[in-house]
């Protein structure tokens, strides 16, 4: 801002103070205006993914889809057996995921406040909730399926339970924060156990952020590829054996799309809109969740 | 915490409550035994590797399995220029978002809105990958990487960046998909951040006759500053470690290319392309695996530093 107001004062100085006036208010209307372009930008991307999405998944959408199990190009396939494994995997992930990360959350909010290991715990769930899901991968593989003979739907499950424990850890922390201390005491002075209160009181009164929490999880591991490849891999035959690879959609779409085949690629775009949909479905269903009932 | 009320002191504390502690206990040092394990297991798997190649592994810009020849240079070099271009792009959309959503917007319009953006971050990366591949692909070799090689391809000093035949993937692309992935994280972690900033400081300058916009340059960034570079970092670390979107559009090639629309690739593309073709117990596994420990270093280092300073901050 170069033109600056002298000594006198605004009163004696009209001239150069309309001037600065009208240049504050224009630099205000140039960035009020980008900001707005910004949102219609980030917008603009989200409707022209799903518009993509509809366009070219919505054609390849029929009920072959959802009954016949992956099959070479050209024969008419669909994903039952993609779609199938991702159930299982991301079922059994946020299973094996979610009681552990509610009890690490309980710990934190519960037991831990101002101790130094529940600072480490805190940070150590933080980074991992951050963490490249590329990386769990990899990790999985070098202790479950590189020392025990394979890739495995265990496997794959155990690589979607590491990322749903930081996620489900953080909102069970903030939820049971938020119970006030009167709720507890009235516990405690019923003469209930401390445990009885948390798993009584304290998480019937959180359970709504408790169940937003398991949702943006499940919404979160269903969409995951990278952690799958090293794990699970991916299978284009029928099989609903844990021990074996198992199939899953984003590793499905992720192969199909890739691939030269008009049938494929076309089959992966459905998988696609599934997906997208589904895990956005989730997400609303969250926060619906999530909304206050007042 | 409020006082709490003093209780008769039980003769003995119940099992179920030592139980119950014990068990909420061990979770969490299973948390940290998770981090721990994923650092090792990621060492021990790459040591291979680390032993055959030493400090050269850092230094070497070789990928070569012919030769047995593995060298990280080009990866980590991928890696950190797509995700600074990244930032480069979605800084200043995402604090306009953020801006927008806080200061600007009709109050019944910030919601929706602001759930949109969430949803943004939402989509599967593999979605990003695909759309990017299909859609975006085409759009740059087409119509934006002809028309930037024509305008600055010839230009002293910054042409290099703009040469080449357009071919629609690499580096440039790759750095917009990351770009259109981080800015809901870091427009959603600014907006919280705004919203701390009390509303006494705000009225009080708007009180003094000031604009919205300089009410957030003169009140809100200095006032949440910090908190706003975590927030920034921790888009860097979801841009550093971003496998899908980044292994469709990047055109993976193991070389340092000095335009911005050459291919490259990034070490989690790298992992993600190569890892079917490395059998159990080979060297470029090791490698591979190598290369993940560092990734892991590098996105442990950026995500700290992003929770240090979110936490001085006080948000998150």
Not at chain 1, 81 to 100: D, E, R, V, W
Not at chain 1, 103 to 124: C, D, H, I, K, M
Not at chain 2, 237 to 243: C, K, N, Q, Y
Request: with cysteine.
């Amino acid at each position: 801002m170069s033109a600056t107001l002298s000594h006198r004062g605004p009163a004696r100085d009209a001239v150069v103070a309309n001037a600065l006036s009208r240049r504050r208010q224009r630099v205000n209307f140039l960035v009020e205006a980008l900001c707005l372009l910004a949102t219609f930008v980030g917008l603009a991307f989200l409707a022209l993914i799903l518009a993509t999405l509809l366009y070219l998944g919505f054609s390849g959408l029929s009920a072959s889809v959802f009954t016949t199990i992956t099959k070479p190009p050209g024969s008419h396939g669909g994903l039952l057996n993609a779609i199938i494994g991702s159930l299982i995997q991301t079922a059994l992930g946020t299973a094996i995921g979610t009681p552990i990360g509610l009890l690490v959350g309980t710990y934190l909010s519960e037991y831990a406040r101002g101790s130094l290991l529940g600072e480490a715990v805190r940070f150590v769930s933080d980074v991992l909730l951050s963490a490249p899901s590329i990386l769990i991968g990899l990790f999985v593989y070098t202790v479950m399926v590189s020392p025990f003979g394979g890739f495995s739907g265990w496997a794959g499950a155990v690589a979607l339970a590491v990322i749903v424990i930081p996620i489900v850890v953080r909102t069970t922390e903030d939820m049971l924060r938020l119970i006030p201390v009167a709720l507890r005491e009235a516990a405690v002075a019923l003469g209930a156990p401390k445990w009885k209160s948390i798993v009584f009181i304290c998480y019937r009164a959180a359970l709504d952020g408790i169940a937003t929490g398991v949702l943006l999880a499940i919404a979160r591991i269903a969409g995951e590829t990278a952690p799958l490849l090293f794990t699970s891999l991916g299978n284009l035959n029928w099989s609903l054996s844990l021990t074996q690879p198992m199939s899953s959609l984003p590793v499905t779409i992720y192969q199909y799309a890739g691939s030269a085949f008009d049938d494929w690629v076309q089959l992966a775009w459905v998988g696609a809109l599934l997906i997208t949909f589904g895990v956005l479905a989730l997400n609303v269903l969250a926060r619906i969740v999530l909304r206050p009932r007042t | 915490m409020t006082q709490t009320v003093a209780a008769p002191a039980p003769s003995r504390r119940p099992i179920g409550d030592l139980a119950f502690e014990i068990l909420a206990t061990a979770a969490g040092v299973l948390v940290l035994a998770l981090l721990g394990a994923i650092i090792v297991s990621l060492f021990i798997g790459g040591l291979p590797a680390f032993r055959q190649f030493g400090v050269g592994f850092l230094t070497s810009a070789d990928w070569d399995p012919v030769q047995q020849v593995f060298g990280a240079v080009v990866p980590i070099y991928g890696t950190i220029i797509t995700s600074i271009l990244a930032l480069l792009m979605a800084v200043p959309v995402a604090f306009g978002i953020a801006f927008w959503l806080t200061e600007l917007a009709p109050t019944w319009l910030r919601r929706p809105v602001g759930t949109a953006v969430e949803l943004l971050a939402a989509v599967p990366s593999i979605i990003y990958g695909m759309w990017g591949f299909f859609i975006i692909v085409p759009f740059m070799g087409d119509y934006i990487q002809p028309v930037l090689i024509d305008w600055l391809g010839d230009l002293p000093l910054i042409g290099f960046l703009f040469q080449g035949p357009p071919f629609g993937t690499g580096i440039f692309t790759a750095a917009l998909i990351l770009a259109v992935m981080v800015i809901p994280f870091i427009a959603a972690t600014m907006r919280d951040v705004f919203q701390t900033v009390p509303p006494v400081f705000k009225e009080s300058a708007y009180g003094l006759g000031c604009t919205t916009w300089e009410v957030m340059r003169s009140i809100v960034i200095p006032y949440t500053s910090t908190s706003v570079v975590g927030g920034i970092m921790l888009g860097l670390g979801r841009a550093l470690g971003e496998t899908m979107a980044v292994t469709f559009v990047i055109g993976n090639t193991n070389r340092i290319s000095t335009s911005l629309f050459g291919p490259g690739n990034t070490i989690a593309s790298l992992v993600a392309l190569e890892f079917p073709e490395s059998p159990a117990g080979s060297l470029k596994l090791a490698s591979l695996l190598a290369l993940g420990f560092l990734l892991f270093v590098i996105s442990f280092i950026v995500l700290a530093i992003s929770r240090l300073l979110l936490r001085k901050g006080k948000v998150a």
